[in-house]
């Protein structure tokens, strides 16, 4: 036994604080992380003792809790994994009640399950000498857990989930109260202050707010039901409660509860056994009798989830136990039939031997019961029987329970099928957990209501008025209304709320009754008219005066349309639909159907209305819901958390077919034409939201989803996966896991096969997954599934899906998860499984790394692990088994590079790197695996580089080659190129070292090895996208431009224009604040703030750019233009106040989302239009594939929306702060045939080619349009620069070649950070912050055309020392001018010049070291470049301002180095540390290319 000293290892998980001298651990920040709580034993175990731990705390944020094990890794080298079941290399772990090793399960149903221990329990493992693995539970064995445990091992104890806090303690057999109390140093009283049963009321007596009443009930609920509240337990019985006998081992728990075979003569069983159901249950309601396999043991909870009702019969369920053997029984037609040895509970009472023997045992009846609820049994160890429903404890129901029970359950009446519930079970659990919070707390996060149900209505709820239609009536203490004689009157059933509404304040009712003899239906709306006054009119749209409705799917005011297309129809709505009315507190009023906001269908509605609802024609009966939060504000869908990754390729554009199908559960919703879905009454449902694709899956192709918005109430999230039950053949039940033949998925961690756990601990775990994360399905033609998420592959789930059947994508929006959409990687993939394909579309993605496309493959050597999205590779153990390849075959002429991250010096040899026709994908399959080097490659054609030796399959080819790689340090980069002529070349830095080997086959992919020194290395390289010409952006200069021809008027591009667009301008018809002018190419808005929507009078044509540029802005107002186009004729278009008020084909542009008949469909696209500034021209095009694309100063963003109709018109909403914009598409050459001067490129230099890539070139607009001229930041900077009273000759006289790089402008611009100069390319960044005031360069010099071929770097100076530099014009010494037109000598290797010799006074004098940098963030120190203070001018304010230079330097005249100013830490984490400083001595080694300043 573990005696007392025994001790924590000091190395522990990153959140572990031990105390009391190693004996305690906790994990900190307990309610934010779950997991990093991992902790060992300092010592190995010795055979035979046990190491204990108690659990000190508990919290009730997280499931899971502790587990417990043994690895045979030390300690003292272990690389801690986030939690136990990590752990590799010989580890065992108990996790639950499962067996784990090395992650995998080996055994489901072991000993206690962990997961219900409370504080003050203990739990202890034990390797035994004959190297067996036993765990303790509160000082009783459970067993053998697993065998074969090597002789050296540590204990593992993982402080996860609920477990915050444990000490080790000694583990002794099962002793008295006393002597475990005796040792105060360690012990704590176990924790005997769980609560019986919940309060009746969830009203707060403190007055919580409704979130943290829904936390109060919700951690009361999982505390009572995770610790001692129920004794559940599918394994041997808590210590102390042994079987009958005494000195018996105790049971394992292998042998679950399960249905008998034996079974009633309806009843059905499947899901091995533990779902029943009750044959043709319209027609018959009895003989439907189930009992367990077995007999129930001691405090063994018997508990049954009800998965389906019929609303047919009276009664239902009942459940019991029974003395009888089902081997032996001849089942009755009713368990109430048999006369001996029975105890069954029926409605509220309990039955004992067919007779009631208590008529009023529990306030719940199992006949009010609901899918979904749970009913369970136990008998204790004193014989008592006790009941329990969701989990809340009945009480006794009889003391007289018999030794030896089966448990039985009679499907009666309405009760058709039922599932056992085991507690190990992930989705048992969760839905458990669910029913529970939904029985016991059906109000939380609602307006608060009495929840006593004691005394008065309270005057405050919303009811009927008593005054109604003369052939209406209200009935249900004023919560229903209805006409009675539906049949025979189609009107006068109008009735109205009994107070006025406040403030967003929901009205909502639920139709509970339609007749098919009328037309028209319910009609729903606000009036003035007190319903204690008002005589009432035979249908509200009669009357003419303070009263606004909607009807069908229009918006009537007094009578009158006033929004024809609005919403949802209400015409077709059927009996179950809701429908809602709101007045926010601006005064504007919305509508809902089915919990979805309509949108924004009056203004200027006054407070103090009334709600009206209109019981007409078809519509019979409706009552008023209480639920009002369920419905989400039109703020709620704007701007809430519907959130989209911004990593996710457009969002959730999709160009695939792939759509949810029509046919869904109950509570589903689709929208956006197919491609979202979302769950209705999130908050007081959590199931019954299963959504299927439209069409079964292709062999390879990806289905992925986007989470777009979750709630915080529910346990569990969203489960995936696939079916091959047609959606039309699918009878959806609560949860896909339901469903017992033909369906594949994964819940949490666990890989499911027709709802039974097929392995748990798979890669990923939904639960964990929040808004934004992206998940993906994908069917292989070997028949395999595989799950991505966030477009990484996780693996293999499960193999051996039916290759002859078509299966679709199923998504059960369960639990946490509310709503999804569909993202646009949704499509086909190659056979490697790659995720980057998807850049391939014809549409531009951006890879989630910025500027990186490349990735490595899954498919990799056992010592690897991947980091950032796949970009990063780290070598984790040892100094071998680190091959890794790229995800996708190197094209011709791509670098595919590398930067090596990280050494470990204690290993000898370095990396290797090369090309090989080994297909990734097929190492999984390979029968010996990946080697342990690269050189033992050999089973296909693979040419490697090692140091400086070339081999082909292990041979020998060439000695000496290039720089050897064993030589590259941190920070060196190192890439391989695969040629057109079959050569492999490798790059050092950006230097190519010549061919390495011929003859190279034309498919092949990259492979690396991290071996020896070098453990870690990151992509820097991108691969190259081939866009269709659809979709590319408009080109602006030509491919073979020169650095020598910017002076020249610029060629042509390339392409050849199409037709030009034909003159477009405004239409009359527009918002009543819009005037015309410069011939309908002007719009201007007069008045007010909104009313300002112009559409263009022409139809877009397909694949041409129409722009609009911002004339004037008044800072007046907040938030500004949108824009987009409509699918409808604009000629009669009633237009609305504001254009996300468009309902009916419209595509919006707003902010920087998407919108989609005012739903959001998309978020994080392209810059906020609201911080576009005057001059920003923004356009649209609607490509040849139907894809809208937003322009911004001439830049693509990317796809916006699909699936656009043809013809559409574009529309433009002057609203807010925009109050003129003019068409500026006539004067723009059309999409492919852009010319334009190459200087307006600004910082993009064109011509800068690296091996065979050509850089992104970003066009700035035209001087006319150029957006700094109403730039603030810019302005102020050139205020400053004013006043450092610099002749305006040394600055360029073009005020376009002047650059902000603030945060607006840089965003509008499509600025990448980091850009390639020179010859060899190096990398600087750009000087993101500051302000750039171009100076002009002597056009006599010929450095000017060869700047080039030098490098681009900042020198950080002071205020004083600009205009002596100007003066020099270079860094150095000497006194040469910029202006100086004096012949120079040519440096003919670096085109560097220099004085004539006799020129320089100083000549001979030691020469000044110049300290420059690549990146300002290090340069722009202020050991560099000092701040001064000033006072601007124009607002007289006080500001700090400093000043830098930004130069061209030659290569080869600098040696790169450390920094030399203190930098606690890399300032810019593109360039290492050993690089971040060069120093130069050589005269004419720089060029001045401008002056930067930056101001606070």
Known sequence: MSGPGAELHPRTGKLVTLAQGGRSAARSQPGQEFNHGLVLSREPLRPGRVFAVRIDRKVNSWSGSIEIGVTALDPDHLDFPSSATGLKGGSWVISGCSVLRDGRSILEEYGQDLDQLGEGDRVGIQRTANGELHLWVNGQDCGVAATGIPPRVWAVVDLYGKCTQVTVVPCEPEETEEGAAGDEALALPRNQSRPDKFPNSLESENGLSSMELSEVVSNAILSAYNDSLLSVSLGSPPSGEGPPGGGSAPLTSNDALLFHEKCGTLIKLSNNNKTAERRRPLDEFNNGVVMTNRPLRDNEMFEIRIDKLVDKWSGSIEIGVTTHNPNSLEYPATMTNLRSGTIMMSGCGILTNGKGTRREYCEFSLDELQEGDHIGLTRKSNNALHFYINGIDQGVATTLTPQVVYGVVDLYGMAVKVTIVHNHNHSDRLRRNNAIMRALSPDVGRRALEASGVGEPDPERLLFHANCGQKAAIINEGRTALRPHATDDFNHGVVLSNRALRNNEVFQVRIDKMVDKWAGSIEIGVTTHNPTYLQLPSTMTNLRSGTWMMTGNGVMHNGTTILDEYGHNLDRLKAGDTVGVVRKEDGTLHFFVNGVAQGPAAWNVPPNVYAVVDLYGQAAQATILDDTDLLPLPDDLSEGNNQVSPSSPSSVASVSDLRFHQLHGSNAVITNGGRTALRQNCRSEFNDAIVVSNRALRDGELFEIVIQKMVDRWSGSIEAGVTAIRPEDLEFPNTMTDIDYDTWMLSGTAIMQDGNTMRNNYGCDLDSLTTGSRIGMMRTAKGDLHYFINGVDQGVACSGLPSGKEVYAVVDLYGQCVQVSITSATGPMDNSLSTSNITEKSFPIHSPVPGVAHRFHNSCGKNVAFQDDGCRAVRLAGYCHGIIFSMKELKTDEVFEVKIEELDEKWSGSFCLGLTTLLPSEVPYAATGLPASLLELQSKATWVVTGSEVRRNGLLQKQNYGCSLERLGVGN???????????????????????????????????????????????????????????????????????????????????????????????????????????????????????????????????????????????????????????????????????????????????????????????????????????????????????????????????????????CYMLVDLYGQCEQVTIVTNDTPALGGESTDLHSQGDMEKADMVDGIKESVCWTPPVDMNTMKTCEYHALCARFKDLLLLPDDYFAEDPKFSLCYCESCHKLRGDEAYYKRGEPPRDYALPFGWCRFNLRVNPQLEVASTCKKWHMAYHGTSVGAVRRMLDQGELGAGSASILSCRPAKVDPQGGGYHEAENSSPGHGAEPQCILLSPTLRYAGLEAFATKVQFRDPKSQRQHGAQVAFQVCVRPGSYKPGPPSAGAPEPPDPRFSMAEIEWVTKEKGATVLYGLLVRVE
């Not at 008045?1087 to 300002?1092: E, K, R, V, W």
């Not at 000629?1131 to 504001?1138: D, G, H, Q, S, W």
């Not at 356009?1179 to 594939?1185: F, I």
């Open 973 to 1207: 980069r190192v890439g391989v190129k695969h040629c057109v002529d079959d050569t492999m070349h490798i790059l050092v830095d950006g230097e190519d070292m010549g061919p390495a080997a011929t003859g190279v086959a034309k498919n092949v992919y990259v492979v690396l090895d991290l071996y020896g020194r070098v453990t870690a290395v990151s992509i820097v390289s991108s691969t190259v996208l081939e866009e269709s010409d659809g979709t590319k952006p408009p080109s602006v200069t030509s491919e073979t431009c020169s650095e020598e021809e910017e002076e020249e008027e610029p060629a042509p591009c390339e392409h050849e224009a199409p037709v030009p667009l034909a003159a477009m301008e405004f239409l009359e018809n527009h918002g009543k604040n819009i005037l015309l002018s410069n011939s309908n190419l002007t719009a201007t808005r007069v008045a007010s703030y909104n009313q300002g929507i112009v559409v263009i009078a022409q139809p877009l044509p397909p694949g041409q750019l129409f722009q609009v540029q911002i004339n004037f802005l008044n800072p007046q107002w907040t938030s500004s233009l949108s824009l987009g186009v409509i699918g409808t004729s604009p000629e009669r278009l009633n237009f609305p106040a504001t254009a996300c008020s468009l309902k009916r084909s419209a595509w919006l542009l707003q902010r920087d989302s998407v919108f989609h008949n005012s739903l959001k469909i998309c978020e994080n696209y392209g810059p906020n239009l609201d911080t576009c500034p005057e001059g920003t021209v923004l356009g649209l095009l609607l490509d040849l594939s139907s894809c809208l694309h937003l322009y911004v100063n001439g830049m693509d963003q990317g796809v916006a929306a699909q699936d656009i109709p043809t013809p």
